[in-house]
Every structure is written in structure tokens, then in C-alpha cells.
């Protein structure tokens, strides 16, 4: 029987956090320089790597059985995949920008203009809706300074933190998507239980990394007030402490939250709490 092939970024931040991610997931290998092939783990997975805005179409050509790259990317190509799991990383928008002193207020209004991208598909998908006829200047990267160029009146690109919209002096006129990174898969793969145990495996990694485990001690009367703060996964867990008054609760808590969750226990009696990271899981 045939490997199963998964595509993987083969350079950039994203080649980096694919690499960690499949490792993590006990789906680790040695890539040989300049090599575009390695061997995952024991598992019979063959790691092919390749242009991260290659990865959807390979995917859907067939040349590959899975793949990780951007949800961004995936829009783009209009190809038909499934999308496996969501990995938590390389979260960003795309978005409509206009001069920060452009008098433009709403997409419409640039009908007639330039508008420069690196994603003519999905800005011809999203300007057609708001009845703006523009003439699309499609570009390979850089298309944020094309206003400054004069090749462009508005662009549209992927926006992260904000900086370089402010540093080409641009304001967001209209977000068109929000994206990250995935896991992809061909629609007739032919290796279904091995691509279902790449997903649960990955799965197990990208919930623990958005988790963590709090621990705490707890007056048992105030078990109640405890349990609305911290309602957990499914549900927490409580054990009996020697002193009868006293219990210990065990208890998932989203990342994000857990500062402002430990604030809220302790002003209801708890003590001793702890965060512990989880690195894998099944849930
Ligand atoms: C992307 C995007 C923007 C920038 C946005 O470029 O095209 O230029 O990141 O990020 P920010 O909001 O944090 O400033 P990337 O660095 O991926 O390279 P590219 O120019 O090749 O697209």
C-alpha cells in the first residue's frame, strides 16, 4: 500500500511551526538539506516539501494526500479540498486598504479605481459583491507601498499586528476575512485511517496548546461560585482534601483567560492555585 503524502511548507515561519507541530505530534523527521522528501516517524507518511501557496492546489491535484498551509491560501485557489483542522497559528485578516487620508468610506466608492493584491480571486469575489468594478492590479508581494508607487488607488492584503499598514500610512476600509493555518486534505485520499490518525494526533497538540490545567483549593461551600468561573472542558474535577471543609478542584481553562480566572477563584476562597501546561491530549 501506497504512503501517505503531506505537504508541508518548505520555508518561512510556517515551515518552522509545521515542523515543531508534527513533532510534537510524534510525527517528527529529518529533513536532509536541500532535500524536498523525508520520512515521518514509524508511521508509512512520506513528508513532501513545497511552496506554502502551492500546497492547496498539489492537494487537490492529487500529488499530495494532505497538506498544512493558509486557510488565505486555500480561498484563493478555489480548489476543492477538505479542511481537517484548524492549527491555531498564523492568525490574520485580509482586508481592503485605502490612504489614511483617502476621503473613501465604503468599498463601492472605489468602483472605477486600481486596487493592487496578491489575491485577485478572492478581492474580485468580495468587490463584485459591493458592486465596485475595479480594475485589479495582480501582484506576487510587496503590495503595500503600490499606493505610494501610484500603481494602485487601494489594495487589498494580509494585515497581522497593524505595523506595516501604519508605517505606508494605510487604514483598513473593510476586513474581507479572517484566516490561519490548516490542515488540508484531498477529497478522494486514499489512505482515510492513516489521514484520521494524522488529525486526532495533530487535534491532540493544537487543543493542549489553547488550554491549560488549573489547580486549586478550595472552601467546599463556595464549590458553586468556583464551578461558574471555571466550568471546565466537560466538567471539573473535585477531590476530597483531609480537612473535610476543604476540597481540590482540578479543572481545564482556556489560555487566554487563565490570569483573570485565577483573580476570580482567589476572591472566592481559593488557594494554592496552580497552572500547569498541557502538551498533548485526547479528549
Ligand atoms: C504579510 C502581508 C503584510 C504583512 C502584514 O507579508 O503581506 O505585508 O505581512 O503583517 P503586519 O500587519 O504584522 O505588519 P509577509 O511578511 O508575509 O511577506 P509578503 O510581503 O511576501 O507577503
Redesign the pocket.
Known amino acids: 500500500m501506497s504512503n501517505l503524502r503531506i505537504g508541508v511548507p518548505s520555508k518561512g515561519r510556517l515551515s518552522e511551526l509545521a515542523g515543531e507541530l508534527l513533532k510534537q505530534a510524534g510525527l517528527s523527521f529529518r529533513r536532509q538539506e536541500r532535500s524536498l522528501f523525508a520520512r515521518a516517524g514509524e508511521m508509512p507518511i512520506d513528508i513532501t516539501f513545497l511552496r506554502t501557496d502551492d500546497i492547496p492546489v498539489l492537494c487537490a491535484e492529487g500529488a499530495i494526500d494532505m497538506g498544512i498551509t493558509g486557510s488565505d491560501l486555500v480561498a484563493e485557489s478555489g480548489a476543492d479540498l477538505i479542511t481537517r483542522l484548524h492549527l491555531g497559528m498564523g492568525r490574520?485578516k485580509l482586508a481592503l486598504c485605502v490612504p489614511e487620508d483617502s476621503d473613501v468610506q465604503e468599498p463601492g466608492q472605489l468602483a472605477g479605481k486600481r486596487v493592487a493584491t496578491?489575491f485577485p480571486n478572492v478581492t474580485r469575489q468580495y468587490l463584485a459583491q459591493h458592486d465596485a468594478d475595479v480594475h485589479l492590479v495582480n501582484l506576487g508581494?510587496?503590495?503595500?507601498i503600490m499606493i505610494t508607487l501610484g500603481v494602485a488607488d487601494a489594495i487589498v492584503?494580509?494585515?497581522?499586528?497593524?505595523?506595516?499598514?501604519a508605517a505606508n500610512r494605510l487604514r483598513v476600509l473593510a476586513e474581507i476575512g479572517k484566516y490561519e493555518s490548516v490542515l488540508i486534505q484531498n477529497p478522494a485520499r486514499r489512505e482515510s485511517e492513516l489521514a484520521d490518525r494524522v488529525v486526532r494526533r495533530l487535534e491532540g497538540v493544537v487543543i493542549a496548546r489553547s488550554w491549560s490545567l488549573l489547580e486549586y483549593n478550595l472552601p467546599r461551600q463556595r464549590l458553586a461560585e468556583a464551578e461558574q468561573i471555571t466550568p471546565g472542558y466537560s466538567s471539573p474535577t473535585v477531590n476530597a482534601l483531609e480537612d473535610p471543609d476543604w476540597c481540590a478542584v482540578k479543572v481545564m481553562v482556556r489560555r487566554g483567560d487563565v490570569i483573570g480566572v485565577m483573580e476570580r477563584l482567589e476572591a472566592v476562597g481559593a488557594r494554592a492555585i496552580l497552572e500547569t501546561q498541557i502538551n498533548n491530549c485526547r479528549l
Do not use: M, R
Open positions: 490574520c496578491s508581494g510587496s503590495v503595500e492584503d494580509l494585515v497581522e499586528t497593524g505595523s506595516t499598514l
